[in-house]
């Protein structure tokens, strides 16, 4: 199927649900029904086929007490207002990137990914081990809302460019989409960030509406051949280092269930949480390789000084989040904690390791 076909369809709103049916046996007098609405398009690599695979997962674990009835992006509402819909009751859950709500409360950013954050060990340590769960809990109370990390997409690339980035001075006027608190960042260097849904980046590449994107990685990117328009492709990405997706249920809903099927769907997300990440990471060297050799894509790495001009954008940013709120500030310390003391660990164990097991093997970007 041609790409402009695949997004046309994916995203026609009315397509209608992907109704999964009954595992046996069923019990009918506890049966739930599961509306899941998505930010991605319907069969979409990658991002599309994770919420797909989970809401499969739902009926067949639960024995069919939960019927999910699972809508992409544009089937029953836009990707942008699956937040609120689920927080008003009509749906029953979304499964989207929490940063998408940063306009709620800055907050929700640290639960996708901000700049110069953590990375997925990193991230699922905090969220299970150094209060990061309680603070999406709270977060999410004042919403509403009661969510689970349900994938993860791991260090994103820098983005995709039409021109070669030498210094922070080329970011200036450059219109790029990239969302959440990267997006933010790059304002302070003088771009115009711009938040588009993924089924909407290409063409506004194509157009020139957009001079840059950034998306995911190699695995997710190719399918999205923004090498169409740019050749560019930068590494890496210090707007995500990962991407933590979030199935966020309605919460008087949530509050409905039975304990064990309360824990049953905790256990479904932690098992996407797992699986997309795992998927992701067998997929993105293929695809590297056939964006470089088959499509002349140029693979680029950010220097030191565009970098440092990051991290000093970035402490600007941090400074306005923390004095938002409380909550923000709050949100923020817990995850500066836990960044700074994994992290001192993760330099001596995987980055340790993984620098001198490539050295001595030769093995090289």
Known sequence: MKRREFLKNATIAGAGAATFPLAAPAIAQSRKELIIVSTWPRDFPGLGLSAQRLAERIPEITEGRIQVKYFASGERVGAFDSFDEVASGNSQAYI??????????????????????LTFVEMDAWMKYRGGQELHDELGAAFGVKGFPCGNTGVQMGGWFNKEMNSAADFKGLKMRIPGLGGDVLAKLGASPVSLPGS????????????????????NDYFMKFYEAAKYYYYPGMHEPASQLTMGFNKKWWDSLSKTDQAILEAACNEENSRQMAETNANNGTYLNRLINDHGVKLRAFNDDIYDSFGKAANEVFEEVQAHSKL??????????????????MVLSDAGYINQRNRVLGIEV
């Not at 989207?96 to 954050?117: Q, R």
């Not at 995850?335 to 992290?343: T, V």
């Open 96 to 117: 989207a990137a929490d940063y998408y709500w940063k306009g709620k409360h800055p907050g929700w950013a640290y639960f996708t990914a901000v700049p110069f954050g």
């Open 328 to 345: 923000a500030k709050k949100i923020h310390d817990s995850f500066a904690a836990s960044r700074a003391d994994i992290g001192r660990w």
């Open 200 to 219: 909407q980046i290409y063409e506004n590449l194509v157009s020139g509406a957009v001079q840059a994107t950034e998306w995911v990685g190699p695995y």
